[in-house]
């Protein structure tokens, strides 16, 4: 599987949360930056296939 990179905007009102899971899908502590909206993931960076995006 190759890394992706994307830039992602949420159109949704309220500020979410972008956690990073590991490669069996089980949360970890770290967060992706939500600036204005947009999302940019990195998979390389990151070292996994999954994002999990939560609305408080």
């Given at each position: ?5 994307a830039r992602l905007t949420l159109h949704r009102t309220g500020t979410p949360q972008v956690f990073v899971p ?35």
């Amino acid at each position: 599987m190759e890394p992706v990179k994307a830039r992602l905007t949420l159109h949704r009102t309220g500020t979410p949360q972008v956690f990073v899971p590991n490669h069996d899908g089980k949360l970890t502590a770290t967060k992706i930056a939500v600036k204005n909206g947009v999302i940019e993931i990195d998979g390389a960076r990151d070292k996994t296939p999954y994002y999990l995006v939560r609305y408080p």
